[in-house]
Each structure stands twice: as structure tokens, then as C-alpha cells.
């Protein structure tokens, strides 16, 4: 397994993501380790690794929620962390929901979509949460739905403001056969339209089938980096295993 | 600033619509203000001390007491399943969390002192009436200071294990220049003096107010960076 060379790592066209040597130390751990790579509109990068490889930390510097330590990175031309204006282009999905529980799903979802600016949000609102089959239960108190629908009116949430950038953080989390589908077409038809996705998943199967570009992460960098020419499911589940076992 | 000031209200709006589903706070720091006035009350001796020199520590001692209860929620409903992160990853700047939890706050210790003000007049038998205006900017001064430091201890005990604890170890401290000037000025009012012989105590809380959350809302960012 060798580590990808920079050089490698180029996507094709004008990037709207791009790390160079991106590096993040949680005192002297190095939770990122020099992650260079690009990502073209319309771009899916599939992440996979074992636990504490560093992904959501990757994410999580995506998403202006963490400074890097060394490095750099820029998002749709606006290096990190950007601010505001950066932000404004992300929609961070995680296994958490960050929603909160007293409101009901159309508060929480339309709390979000005027953070992001939409001053008359109500028809987009329910555009985000019919595309995840979440307007009939759009009144009910996030609390009184299962962990499953939270997660799609997390999604819904996410995706109100039209992001160029999707971080997805284990987003599969809790969803259900039909969930897990509505999802995967939702994500496929925001590559279709140029918004690039960053998604990082411990499901193989569902990761790949997305994805125009896939890394395997270990001790906080790439292992592993291909394309999509250059995917082959098998050698990457062999490769996955292989640094979920020499971690555990 | 327009902008700032916009996502302020709606982050605020949006914590007192979760305070008023769930109540419990406010309930938590109403029952506990009157449990307080109660305690006094059956704690004083009316022969030795007179109650205009009572009155005024008490308001005060179970406001900051009451204040606390409210100013922990503030960030706790944002600790549940992360929603701190979807705030601080939207496209809003980290003042106007910090302000918009202030405002939420302000509100809050405002609807509790709404409520105890006229439980000590009623306790203590005190006629409030003629002093309502300045007792009122008072409470507000008071009240401003008070969830400015408040609200910044809030964000930074939340993450930790004794949040509970630590909240008021560090902010009570803050709180003394508070407590001492309005419970002295309450004092002139309630003994009668006229509302010029307060100016000074005035004078510091308004101070410490545009100092403390100028300042607050300036540190706030370095909270949440990591």
C-alpha cells in the first residue's frame, strides 16, 4: 500500500476542493497527516478507514469547525477556514443530527435554511423534506421521531441551502432500507448537478457505487487514492480490511 | 452588523421557542427565586433588621441564584446529538451566537425577575409602585451584565464533565461588582433617597455592562476555535 504522490491526486477541470499537505495535531497525535488532494464539481471522494483514522477530523476541517495545524486548503476558490462565506457553500451531514429535539422537523430544517440566508424559506423547506420523504411527519417534534427519520430531516437540513459541498459523515447512520435509497439518489442527483461530495462511510458497497474518486485513510492520511477508472471493489474491500486489521 | 444582528434574533427566537415547548428552566428558576424570598422571609428578624436593608440583598443574592439556572441551558440544548456543530458550520458569524444566546438570556432573566419582583413586594410588604422606573433600569442594567458574563462561562463549562460546578465557580465571581451595585441602589430607592444619590452605583453597572459585553462577545470566537 502505497501512499498517494500529490501528483496523483488531480481531479480534472477547475477544483471547487482542494487540500495541499493538510494537516491537523491533537497535541503530538497527528489526527490529519499531509492529505493532499482535488475534487472537480461534481466530484465524489468515497473515504473509508478504520476507527480514529482521522476522517471526521478531515471533514471537520472541511467544514471550518477545525483550524488546520499546517497546510492548506481552499473550498470554491475561498481558502480555510473562510468564514462565513466558505460555510455558506458546505452542507455538513454527520451520524449525529445536530437538530434539536423540542422543535418540530420543518422548524429545525427552516431554522437552518435561514441561518443560510433563504429569507422566505417555507417552499424549500418542504422541497428538502418531501426529498426525503419527510413531509407528512413535518410537524411532529424531532423527539417523538425514530433515530432513522431524524436522520433525514437531518439530511433535509443539510441540503435546504443547495451546497457546492456535501461533507457526509457517516450519513447512512440509522437510515433504513428505503432511507438508505433516498439518500443515495439524492446524493447522485447533486453530482448530476455539479455539487461536489466528500462522504466518508464504512459501507463499501454504497460508498463506491457513488463515488468518482475513493481513498482508504489510516493514522491520518491516504493509503490508498484512486479513481474511478481505477476502482475495483475488490482490491479495495482487501485493502480496507487489511488497515481495519493492522489498526485493531 | 444588520446581518449579524438578524441571525442573533433568529438563533434567540429560536432558543426561547425551545424554552417555552419545554418550560423547564424558567419553572426550575421561578420555583427556585420564591423558594428563596420564602427562606428569608422566615429567616428575619423584623426588630433587627429593618426591611429596606433586607429586601435588597435578597432580590439580588435570588437573581444571580436563579439567572445561573438559565444561563447553564443556554448552551446545554446545543450540546444534544451536536447541534452546536450545525450552528457553528452555518454561514453565521461566531458574535452573532454569542449575541443571539445573550438576547435569549436577557429575556429570560428578565421574564423571572417579572416574576419576583412582585413576590418580594408582596412578601416583605414593600410598596414598590413609586420606584417601579428606576427599580425596572436597574434590573435591566443588572440583568445585561450579568447574562453577558453568564452566557460566555456558559459556552465555556458546557463541554466539560462538571459544567454544573464550574459554571458558577467562574462566573459568580464576575457577578460580585453586580450584585453590590444594584443591591445598593436598590437599597437608596427602597429607603427613600432620591434616585440621583444611586447615580454612581448606576453609573459602575452601566459601565461594567459596556465593558463586559464588549468584551464577551469579542472572546467568544476563541471558545469555540480549537
Known amino acids: 500500500m502505497k501512499p498517494p504522490s500529490p501528483s496523483t491526486l488531480s481531479s480534472t477541470g477547475a477544483p471547487i476542493v482542494e487540500t495541499v499537505d493538510l494537516t491537523r495535531a491533537f497535541g503530538s497525535r497527528q489526527a490529519v497527516a499531509g492529505i493532499t488532494f482535488s475534487l472537480a464539481p461534481g466530484d465524489c471522494l468515497a473515504v473509508f ?17 477545525l483550524k488546520p495545524s499546517s497546510g492548506s486548503a481552499q473550498l470554491a476558490g475561498i481558502p480555510l477556514p473562510g468564514g462565513t462565506l466558505a460555510r455558506s457553500r458546505v452542507g455538513l451531514i454527520s451520524h449525529h443530527t445536530m437538530l434539536y429535539e423540542a422543535l418540530s422537523a420543518r422548524e429545525n430544517v427552516s431554522f437552518a435554511a435561514r441561518l443560510y440566508g433563504i429569507r422566505d424559506p417555507a417552499t424549500r423547506v418542504d422541497e428538502s ?84 474518486h475513493a481513498a482508504v485513510m489510516q493514522r491520518g492520511k491516504f493509503v490508498r487514492y484512486d479513481t474511478s477508472a481505477r476502482i475495483d471493489p475488490k482490491s479495495y474491500a482487501a485493502t480496507y480490511r487489511e488497515a481495519v486489521a493492522s489498526d485493531g | 452588523m444588520g446581518d449579524t444582528l438578524f441571525a442573533a434574533w433568529l438563533i434567540a427566537r429560536k432558543d426561547l421557542a425551545i424554552e417555552f415547548r419545554t418550560r423547564s428552566a424558567f419553572f426550575s428558576a421561578v420555583v427556585f427565586a420564591l423558594l428563596g424570598l420564602v427562606i428569608f422571609y422566615y429567616s428575619w428578624d423584623p426588630t433587627a433588621v429593618a426591611v429596606t436593608d433586607l429586601a435588597p440583598g435578597v432580590l ?40 443571539g444566546k445573550a438576547i435569549a438570556n436577557l429575556i429570560f432573566v428578565a421574564a423571572v425577575q417579572l416574576v419576583t419582583i412582585p413576590a418580594l413586594s408582596l412578601f416583605y410588604n414593600l410598596p414598590l409602585g413609586q420606584i417601579a422606573a428606576p427599580l425596572i433600569a436597574i434590573a435591566l442594567l443588572a440583568a445585561i451584565g450579568l447574562v453577558a458574563v453568564g452566557t460566555l462561562f456558559s459556552a465555556m463549562a458546557v463541554n466539560t464533565r462538571l459544567a454544573e460546578l464550574l459554571l458558577p465557580m467562574l462566573a459568580l465571581p464576575f457577578f460580585v461588582p453586580i450584585v453590590i451595585a444594584a443591591s445598593q441602589s436598590t437599597a437608596k430607592l427602597l429607603s427613600g433617597r432620591p434616585v440621583a444619590e444611586a447615580g454612581a452605583w448606576l453609573k459602575l453597572l452601566l459601565a461594567f455592562d459596556i465593558v463586559f459585553v464588549a468584551a464577551c462577545t469579542l472572546i467568544y470566537p476563541f471558545t469555540v476555535e480549537d
Open chain 1, 49 to 65: 478507514g478504520p476507527n480514529g483514522a482521522g476522517k471526521t477530523t478531515l471533514l471537520r476541517l472541511l467544514a471550518g469547525l
Open chain 1, 129 to 212: 423534506l418531501s426529498r426525503m420523504s419527510m413531509l407528512e411527519r413535518a410537524d411532529a417534534p424531532v423527539r417523538l421521531l425514530s433515530r432513522g427519520m431524524q436522520q433525514r430531516v437531518s439530511i433535509a437540513r443539510a441540503m435546504v441551502h443547495s451546497p457546492q459541498v456535501v461533507l457526509a459523515d457517516e450519513p447512512y447512520s440509522g437510515l433504513d432500507e428505503s432511507g438508505a435509497r433516498a439518500l443515495t439518489a439524492l446524493l447522485r442527483e447533486l453530482r448530476s448537478t455539479g455539487t461536489a461530495i466528500i462522504i466518508v462511510t464504512h459501507n463499501l458497497a454504497e460508498g463506491l457505487s457513488l463515488a468518482s
Open chain 2, 60 to 99: 439580588w443574592v435570588v437573581f444571580t441564584f436563579s439567572g445561573l439556572l438559565g444561563l447553564h441551558r443556554s448552551f446545554g440544548v446545543e450540546t444534544a446529538d451536536h447541534a452546536i456543530d450545525g450552528l457553528l458550520a452555518s454561514p453565521v458569524s461566531r458574535e452573532a451566537i454569542f449575541l
